[in-house]
């Protein structure tokens, strides 16, 4: 019960009220009384004058002796009618012996002892007033002493008393009624008090109520503020509060949502873990490169290679660890570091997928290695040629035929050198392009008269063919020299393998928004194992004369398709082997106005 503001309220309003009721009565009735008491006797003593007219008229006094008498009856129908108006008794008593001579009320007991007063006025001369008890009855009297002309001294006292009975029931139906108010007054207290208390503790379990909302999570919980008093004041404070609170956890929304997109974004995997190893966040790349969940609350010994679980006990020690491991045929290196600020995630650890940078320095090693193996080959070739030939016993015959040999192998260096700078500049970037729109037909005839010689020494011969566009020419967006400069990759790929009496095609057509050339030959083609693998560095094929060439050709001839926004694939069916070159047929919108119109150069060419 005295948990609750409402019965607190209550109890102290009734409480006040109690405390200013008690006052009011302890203020009130004693000092009633007294006033009454005193106001009795006053009224008596103001009624002397009253009673000495109305009764010395029938007082004698003999001068000579001083004895008192009185007439009968005169003297007590006098007394008896100041006793009705005064509703006092009134007594005469001889001052010299203190015996009384008449009473208003001749029945009634009288003791001269139960009023003290009387004595006081005959010693003092003087009108007396006073309380007295007789026989348990409070009386208020009056003494007042009668003289005499020639006579000393009082000759007579008369007693005025009157019973203070009235007194006390005023007094007793005062305090009643106080009593009656008092408990009405607790009443209407309980009453007021607890409605008072309802109205306030309802505005308040208002604020309370929104502030449990806004713990549950609803910050657009607000407080109806009604009276401005101190508590609509606390609620226009809250309200305040509230909006603040939606103004901070909206800037760290928005903070969060902002670190979560740029964890999301990031090609590297970011894992929080906390002071025991466990897993507290993780963004979707820490999960896709481990191929684990890492949900909130998992140990990393349970998802985590034990090379990182190492790195990061290790990391433990102050010092930022990396480790390099294997996962799913993926080379993955991650980083462990110690989170500096307090709180719960004391550990962060960087995942990166590694693979292409090893497979990228694997290929730089075995580049160099088949480039050393490469240019060793006809340099150790040209270096015995030309010591044959300084020993000078060799016929002019033997001398011309190891000239030609020495010929090949410095076109070979020459081909091998100049493909080694094209592949340079391509992993450098130092490659410029100069697309324009070309027109494919003589530019296909010019790149296929250059191999007609070599095919016809074979007995192959060379064709070029060209779908059927109406009166538009077949054209591409592209660099042309570059264009050429993979043409005759594929037509050299194409001679190679060609055996005799055998047809090289070079077909031309167009599939939608591309220009798609075809070069086909009639050779062994190539096993499925191997058609992505031709166009590695240095790859050679298995099949028969595939040890010849530097193995740059292919290779070269994609990067130079891809850079101009194509593919190169092959497709090798049953006999032979199609290589097939997809290129834009038109500039993308930004470059249309830079674009040139058909290149002369390619006009002039002969079909």
């Known amino acids: 019960m005295l948990r609750s503001v409402k019965n607190w309220l209550t109890l102290l309003f009734l409480a006040v009220l109690a405390v200013a009721i008690l006052t009011a009565f302890l203020y009130v009735i004693p000092p009633l009384e007294d006033r009454l008491v005193t106001q009795k006797l006053n009224d008596l003593g103001r009624s002397s004058d009253l009673v000495i007219g109305g009764i010395s008229q029938y007082l004698q006094v003999d001068p000579s002796t001083g004895r008192l008498s009185a007439l009968e009856p005169e003297l007590g129908y006098a007394l008896s009618l100041i006793d009705n108006r005064l509703d006092a008794r009134i007594v005469v008593l001889n001052a010299s012996n203190m015996v009384k001579i008449a009473d208003s009320r001749s029945g009634a007991p009288f003791n001269i002892l139960d009023f003290p007063v009387l004595n006081l006025a005959k010693q003092t001369g003087t009108i007396r007033v006073a309380t007295a008890n007789v026989a348990g009855t409070e009386y208020a ?34 305090e009643r009624q106080l009593l009656l108010a008092t408990g009405l007054g607790l009443l209407l207290a309980v009453a007021v008090g607890y409605l008072a208390a309802y109205f306030i503790t309802r505005r308040i379990k208002r604020i309370e109520r929104s502030a449990e909302a806004i713990a549950a999570g609803d910050l657009d919980a607000k407080v109806n503020a009604g009276v401005h008093d101190e508590i609509g004041q606390l609620g226009l404070t809250f309200n305040t509060m509230g909006e603040r609170l939606r103004e901070a956890f909206s800037q760290i929304e928005r903070e969060k949502e902002q670190v979560e997109v740029l964890l999301d974004d990031l090609t590297e995997g970011v894992i929080g873990l906390s002071e025991v190893g466990e897993v507290r966040t993780a963004n979707p790349r820490a999960r896709e490169l481990l191929r684990q969940p890492l949900e909130s609350g998992t140990p990393l010994s349970a998802v985590a290679p034990d090379d990182l679980v190492r790195a990061w006990e290790d990391s433990r020690q102050g010092e930022d660890q990396t480790v390099v491991f294997e996962c799913d045929e993926r080379t993955l290196e991650a980083s462990v570091y110690r989170a500096e600020r307090s709180g719960d995630i004391r550990s962060i650890i960087i995942v990166r997928d590694v693979t292409d940078q090893v497979r990228l320095e694997r290929a730089q090693r075995e580049f160099i290695a088949t480039a050393s193996h490469e240019l060793k080959t006809p ?121 005799a009496d055998s047809t090289v095609t070079v077909a031309l057509s167009r599939d939608r928004e591309a220009a798609v050339i075809v070069v086909s030959d009639q050779g062994p083609g190539v096993p499925p194992g191997e058609r992505e693998r031709i166009f590695e560095r240095f790859y050679h094929g298995t099949q028969n004369g595939a040890q010849s060439g530097s193995g740059l050709g292919l290779s070269i001839a994609r990067e130079l398709v891809e850079l101009m926004g194509g593919t190169l694939t092959v497709d090798s069916e049953g006999v032979g082997a199609s290589f097939v070159v997809r290129l834009p047929a038109s500039p993308p919108p930004d470059d249309i106005g830079d674009a040139a119109v058909v290149s002369e150069t390619a006009q002039r060419r002969p079909r």
């Open 141 to 174: 009297a009056v003494a007042v002493p009668l003289r005499a002309a020639g006579v000393p001294g009082p000759v007579a006292i008369v007693l005025v008393s009157a019973s203070l009975h009235d007194v006390r029931v005023a007094v007793s139906t005062v």
């Open 379 to 499: 340099l150790f070739s040209l270096s015995g040629f030309m010591e044959l030939l300084d020993e000078g016993d060799l016929d002019a015959e033997t001398q011309r035929d190891f000239l030609d040999l020495m010929r090949q192998q410095i076109d070979r260096l020459t081909n091998l050198s100049l493909s080694l700078l094209d592949l340079s500049q391509v992993d450098a970037g130092g490659i410029r392009l100069h697309p324009a729109i070309v027109e494919l037909s003589p530019l296909a005839y010019s790149v296929a008269a250059e191999f007609r010689q070599r095919l016809a020494a074979k007995g192959a011969r060379i064709v070029v063919s060209q779908a059927e566009t109406g009166e538009a020419p077949l054209v591409a967006y592209c660099d042309e020299m570059r264009l050429a400069q993979v043409l005759r990759a594929l037509l050299d790929n194409a001679v190679k393998f060609s055996p």
